[in-house]
């Protein structure tokens, strides 16, 4: 059989109805942000097989949801989770292992607190169910440069290969090098139009989520400045869902700006000392994060 025969005959093979698609994503569990009210407004939480964009102003929380994430992605079947584990590529400096291990000590200190009866210090899940565990399960790309950027993309999928309890991608943020050093906006449109469509195949082939984390800029529109994402309309096109995060007063908010089957919604969420958690918690405290 001809490659182009062969090639065909196991893309027919590979089709699906649609009633397999719903029951199959119907049936997936998602990876908790730590907000009940964000996880509202996202349909349970991020999906897998999915890109997630998440934008907003500094300070607003974009890095410490990441790592929420990240964290996040390793709880436990047993305790509702994925039991999985994150790459997390970081292209800003903004990753702090100090914050991450902090934000693992909360995950623990819920799981602690919402199953109290599984707890058996004899089992393996209780030993797992330790902060170093947990940092233990993140992989960490440091960035400099957008070739940096690229090459680590493309390598993913021999990664994933070899890594296949990966459940989460997160890139912080997947603007950064390129807004700062590249000039040639067309061919800036072209590579990441590229780079969003190997993301996209990643999420679907390998069953996991992808999140990015973008910035934001000034736009002018009708006669004045506005703030928008990063990286123009075209970019847009580029994520399944688009989680905008922005101030209401004193107040974080989030904005779900984009979905294929959610409606447009908004919540307040907070980070707090153990993460990102909703807003009205009786836990929550205003801190100053990194």
């Known amino acids: 059989m001809a490659p182009n025969e062969t090639a065909q005959k196991l893309l027919l093979q590979g089709a699906q109805n649609a009633w397999d698609m719903l029951s199959e994503e119907q049936s997936q569990k998602h ?24 934008g907003g102003v500094p300070g607003i929380g974009k890095t410490q949801l990441g790592i929420q994430l990240a964290i ?18 970081d292209t800003e400096g903004s990753f702090m292992v100090e914050r991450v291990y902090q934000i693992a000590e909360g995950c623990i200190s819920d799981i602690m607190e919402y199953f109290p009866c599984h707890h058996d210090k004899s089992s393996s899940g209780q030993e797992n169910l330790q902060p170093e565990s947990f940092l233990a399960g993140i992989y960490y790309f440091r960035i400099c440069s957008y070739t940096e950027q690229i090459a680590v993309i493309n390598y993913l999928e021999k990664f994933l290969r070899e890594h296949k309890d990966v459940r989460i991608v997160i890139i912080d943020s997947v ?19 590229g780079l969003s469509l190997k ?16 910035q934001v800029t000034t736009k002018f529109t009708e006669g004045s400045f506005q703030l928008t994402l990063a990286l123009g309309d075209s970019w847009s096109h580029s994520c399944t869902n688009r989680l905008i995060l922005y101030w209401k007063g004193n107040e974080r908010c989030a904005y779900l ?18 993460g990102v958690r909703d807003a009205g918690s009786s836990s929550c405290k205003r801190v100053r994060v990194m």
């Open 72 to 89: 996040n992605v390793q709880i436990p079947v047993d305790y509702g989770g994925l039991g999985g584990k994150a790459i997390y590529i």
């Open 257 to 274: 700006d984009k979905s294929p089957s959610l409606p447009v919604a908004s919540t307040p969420y907070a980070v707090t000392s153990k």
């Open 175 to 193: 603007t950064f090098h390129f807004r700062q050093d590249f000039d040639d906006l067309a061919l800036r449109t072209r590579v990441l139009s």
């Open 199 to 214: 993301l996209m195949k990643i999420s679907k082939s390998y069953n996991l989520a992808v999140v990015l984390l973008n």
């Open 31 to 54: 990876i908790t942000t730590g907000s009940g009210d964000l996880n509202g407004i996202l349909g349970g939480g991020i999906h897998c097989k999915e890109v997630t964009e998440i």
